[in-house]
């Protein structure tokens, strides 16, 4: 069985990162379009690089939980069955043990030249302008896909979503696009849909199936129901 998860921020929240809507629609203390744009930092570039310094700083202080180790334990079984896409930028499905994640909206922990365009594996700050580690220009931005920029791999998660049997969405609030779409393309090839998540999202309805509870309880019992074969 060939099965597709996406997730979003809702599944490191018990890691004690916050999620991308707050109560206040604030997201660490920030508006998305004051932080999260093209236009944001080409207004106010420390703003935006500070905003993500500490965001990557928090990594070091947080740690992956049962849900992300649930999602390498599946995948140890699945291997290229399983293709695990997400939203997030933090780098606990790979502490968690998975190797082939896909993040479609970038990562923390690299930086991207725009002088030269090379991508850096990086854990330090942006915001004093560090040199890029091949053309030695100050022109580091986050690797982070902001609003308004195209997601990273969306041609082989289409691939992904056409050929997989089910389609698994885990801690998202079906929001932002184009991974909101994702359960209506797989629902439009008559794929099966299950959604885990603590609250009703935005597209909950389109799921066949939507359970509610924390990811850190919902995701290992999922896994297990998988790998004894009582379910998909
Ligand atoms: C694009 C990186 C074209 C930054 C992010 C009008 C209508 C529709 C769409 C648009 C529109 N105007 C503009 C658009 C497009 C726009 C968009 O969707 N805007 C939204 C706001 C309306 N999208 C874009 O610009 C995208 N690009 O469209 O390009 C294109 C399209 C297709 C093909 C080619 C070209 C780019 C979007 C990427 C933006 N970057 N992140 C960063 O992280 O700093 S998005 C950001 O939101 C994060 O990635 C985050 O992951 C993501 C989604 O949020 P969620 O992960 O869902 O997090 P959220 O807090 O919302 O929800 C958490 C959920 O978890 C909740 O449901 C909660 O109940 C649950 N939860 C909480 N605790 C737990 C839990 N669940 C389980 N267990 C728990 N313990």
């Given at each position: 069985?060939?099965?597709?998860?996406?997730t979003g921020a809702g599944i490191s929240?018990?890691?004690?990162?916050?999620?991308?809507?707050?109560?206040?629609?604030?997201?660490?203390?920030?508006?998305?379009?004051?932080?999260?744009?093209?236009?944001?930092?080409?207004?106010?570039?420390?703003?935006?690089?500070?905003?993500?310094?500490?965001?990557?700083?928090?990594?070091?202080?947080?740690?992956?939980?049962?849900?992300?180790?649930?999602?390498?334990?599946?995948?140890?079984?699945?291997?290229?069955?399983?293709?695990?896409?997400?939203?997030?930028?933090?780098?606990?499905?790979?502490?968690?043990?998975?190797?082939?994640?896909?993040?479609?909206?970038?990562?923390?922990?690299?930086?991207?030249?725009?002088a030269c365009n090379e991508r850096h594996?990086?854990?330090?700050?942006?915001?004093?302008?560090?040199?890029?580690?091949?053309?030695?220009?100050?022109?580091?931005?986050?690797?982070?896909?902001?609003?308004?920029?195209?997601?990273?791999?969306?041609?082989?998660?289409?691939?992904?979503?056409?050929?997989?049997?089910?389609?698994?969405?885990?801690?998202?609030?079906?929001?932002?696009?184009?991974?909101?779409?994702?359960?209506?393309?797989?629902?439009?090839?008559?794929?099966?849909?299950?959604?885990?998540?603590?609250?009703?999202?935005?597209?909950?309805?389109?799921?066949?199936?939507?359970?509610?509870?924390?990811?850190?309880?919902?995701?290992p019992a999922w896994v297990e129901e998988?790998?004894?074969?009582?379910?998909?």
């Amino acid at each position: 069985m060939r099965i597709v998860v996406l997730t979003g921020a809702g599944i490191s929240a018990e890691s004690g990162l916050a999620t991308f809507r707050g109560e206040d629609g604030l997201w660490e203390g920030h508006h998305p379009a004051d932080v999260a744009t093209p236009e944001a930092f080409e207004a106010n570039p420390t703003l935006v690089q500070r905003f993500y310094d500490e965001r990557r700083a928090a990594l070091t202080r947080v740690e992956p939980n049962a849900a992300h180790v649930a999602l390498a334990q599946l995948e140890s079984a699945l291997g290229n069955d399983l293709y695990l896409v997400t939203q997030n930028i933090d780098d606990l499905h790979e502490r968690g043990g998975s190797e082939r994640v896909h993040h479609m909206h970038g990562r923390l922990r690299a930086a991207w030249c725009l002088a030269c365009n090379e991508r850096h594996v990086w854990e330090e700050a942006l915001t004093d302008g560090p040199p890029c580690p091949s053309c030695h220009s100050s022109m580091l931005r986050p690797d982070i896909v902001w609003f308004g920029e195209v997601p990273y791999g969306m041609e082989s998660i289409d691939q992904e979503l056409a050929d997989c049997d089910l389609f698994v969405s885990i801690g998202t609030s079906g929001v932002v696009y184009p991974a909101a779409a994702f359960v209506h393309y797989a629902i439009g090839n008559g794929k099966r849909t299950l959604e885990l998540n603590l609250e009703t999202s935005d597209t909950t309805s389109d799921f066949h199936e939507s359970r509610r509870g924390p990811a850190s309880e919902l995701v290992p019992a999922w896994v297990e129901e998988v790998l004894s074969g009582r379910s998909g």
